[in-house]
């Protein structure tokens, strides 16, 4: 190796620009590298953000629908019904489009007492759930109730229920009427569980 002292002025200067040259070339690699991931990491950002919005938006028309129905169940609930457990199994049994869409169907009375539920499971019937939100909602403000995510008392798995007060003809509460969706079995939550974000990304519901 030459010693950089016996090389002429001409040749000193050839090589420090050669130097400044390529520490400028790679600056400005750098600079433009950390501009395309700056770019893709907004445009990915921007795909997931769509991918979020449109995922919410398809749970929220889902959970919209099983409402309607719930709601529309409550307003032409029979007042036979309404006295008699059998005939409010059998109104349960009728409903088919509350089938496809609801897990569960219950029947409180005014004061929260769990009087009829379907398909029926043991140790349901008789429960006392005043303490439950979608019961509150329904008992005190008279309005449509969903609840937080909560494990059921008799079974022990993770659901949300949707609470609809049954109001008689004078606008007193009469009843509540109660929509269970399993998150475990409901297809509700479909979307989430099928959407994977690249080999290890996924979705997490708040």
């Given amino acids: 190796m030459i010693p950089i002292r016996r090389l ?3 040749v000193q200067i050839a090589l420090s620009v050669a130097l400044a040259l390529t520490t400028v070339l790679l600056v400005h690699s750098w600079l433009l590298f950390q501009d395309a991931r ?3 990491k907004q445009s990915i950002s921007g795909q997931l953000d769509v991918l979020v919005s449109r995922l919410a938006s398809e749970l929220d028309d889902k959970i919209a629908m099983r409402v309607n129905v ?3 169940m409550a307003n ?3 007042a036979a019904a309404l006295r008699d457990d ?4 059998a109104y349960f049994r009728s409903s088919f489009p509350a089938q496809t869409l609801i897990d569960d169907l219950y029947l409180f009375s005014p004061d929260g007492m769990l009087r009829v539920d379907w398909p029926p499971a043991p140790g349901r019937r008789g429960l006392d759930m005043t303490d439950r939100d979608y019961i509150r909602g329904a008992m005190h403000d008279r309005r449509t109730t969903i609840s937080k995510p909560i494990l059921g008392r008799a079974t022990k798995q993770p659901m949300v229920v949707i609470g609809v007060p049954i109001l ?3 606008g007193k509460l009469a009843g509540i009427l109660g929509g269970v969706l399993h998150l475990k079995k409901s297809r509700l939550l479909d979307p989430l569980y099928s959407t994977r974000l690249g080999q290890n ?6």
């Fill in 8 to 10: 002429t002025l001409k």
């Fill in 70 to 72: 719930l709601e529309s």
């Fill in 76 to 78: 032409n609930f029979p």
């Fill in 38 to 40: 700056h770019e893709l």
């Fill in 201 to 206: 990304g996924y979705f997490y519901l708040v």
């Fill in 168 to 170: 008689s003809d004078n």
């Fill in 86 to 89: 059998a005939a409010c199994e």
